[in-house]
């Protein structure tokens, strides 16, 4: 696959639905112009607001929750790096050995008791621990684009994709509209409706979104995108029923056995783009596999694990920073907004109760 642009794309009623079924990808990277104070055009556009917009999505008031992929379920484990990374980064993560991690995963919207969609963006947060109290951070979704391009595209996607008043539901002459006159969208739809969701948890890929800068003892920096790709075969379990048949099949594989992932960094050339998170590099990029996530844990997420963790794609170890991806900024300042808004909340119980399953 490469990052050639369709001239067309068809606007069917699966677009639609893909559409309306990935529009909470919002807060998974929000664009690099939702600065807190920022002026963009002739409002305010800021954390704050877009925080707004997303309690106003939600679909009601949710103290406590994460305003955005507010229902998920708290795991651990560890990572096992091949010392394969270290010619790209000095990070200590790429030294041979393994790393203590928790994370958590969660479905996209602001309702943390919504049911199970099984097209709803899946989302993957790690904190992985370091030597020197380094920390290396990850917000990852299993979509490898994100939607827009600029502030003013997310804006408008937020409200073309709301859904309306009178019916519960986006508007689809109001969705066609705006994938028709925003074609960098349309190209990333088309991206992402290439192949279906993975019927599991376990089975998902994730993308990390953004491109970051790894710089190696040599002092070379080179542009690299990430992703976890699922390692050995399926778990048995195979997909649940009801409301939470996405994180009761987890807790299901998990309680029988490990899962694993590979982390594969893939390394830019000359003139692939790393301020446009809608655009894929192309396929035959250098993929260098640097170790495997492990996780063997879950739990219901409490205060004890990763209720008040800010999975903040900027809290980077030494050796790993930002490219001019504008995303990353919006990302880390509506991530800290919706953190201090809940921090001053009561905390409520996890959704996702492990021990029910």
């Known amino acids: 696959m490469t990052d050639a642009q369709p001239s067309s ?66 795991v651990a484990g560890y990572f096992e790096s091949n010392g394969n990374g270290v010619e790209l980064s000095k990070a200590s993560v790429f030294r041979a050995g393994r790393y203590r991690l928790d994370g958590r995963f969660s479905l996209a919207g ?52 709301a859904p309306d008043p ?39 890929a994730f993308f990390g979104l953004n491109a970051f800068q790894f710089t190696n003892g040599d002092g070379n920096t080179v542009p690299v995108r990430w992703r976890l790709e699922p390692d050995g075969p399926p778990p048995a379990t195979g997909p649940a029923g009801g409301d939470s048949a996405l994180f009761d099949g987890l807790v299901a594989d998990l309680e029988r056995a490990p899962l694993r992932w590979r982390l594969v960094v893939v390394v830019a050339e000359p003139g692939d783009p790393t301020d446009d998170a809608t655009r894929m590099w192309p396929s035959d990029r250098r993929a260098v596999h ?40 919006a990302r880390s300042a509506v991530y800290s907004e919706s953190y201090r808004r809940r921090a001053g909340e009561s905390k409520p119980f996890g959704a996702v109760v492990v021990k029910e399953v």
């Open 166 to 204: 009178a019916t519960g539901k986006p508007d689809p002459a109001v969705m066609k509209r705006h994938i028709e006159t925003h074609p960098k969208t349309a190209a990333a739809l088309g991206i992402i409706e290439q192949g279906a969701p993975a019927p599991t948890f376990a089975t998902s």
């Open 110 to 161: 602001g309702n943390p008791h919504m049911p199970d969609v099984p097209t709803a963006p899946r989302g993957l947060g790690l904190r992985l621990f370091l030597p020197g109290r380094e920390e290396w951070r990850m917000a990852m979704i299993n979509v490898p684009v994100f939607l827009d391009a600029t502030a003013q595209d997310f804006y408008d996607r937020t409200l073309a994709f």
């Open 9 to 74: 794309f068809p606007l069917n009623r699966r677009t639609l639905l893909g559409g309306a079924a990935i529009a909470a990808l919002g807060a998974a990277g929000i664009g690099g112009f939702l600065f807190t104070e920022n002026r963009i055009g002739p409002w305010r556009l800021t954390a704050r607001g877009l925080v707004d917009r997303l309690q106003d999505t939600a679909g009601g008031s949710f103290p406590g929750c994460r305003r955005n992929h507010a229902k998920g379920v708290a």
């Open 290 to 329: 640097v170790g495997t996530v492990v996780l063997d844990r879950v739990a219901t997420e409490s205060a004890g694990n990763v209720q008040d963790v800010n999975f903040d794609p900027l809290v980077l170890p030494n050796g790993i920073e930002p490219s001019d991806d504008p995303l990353l900024q």
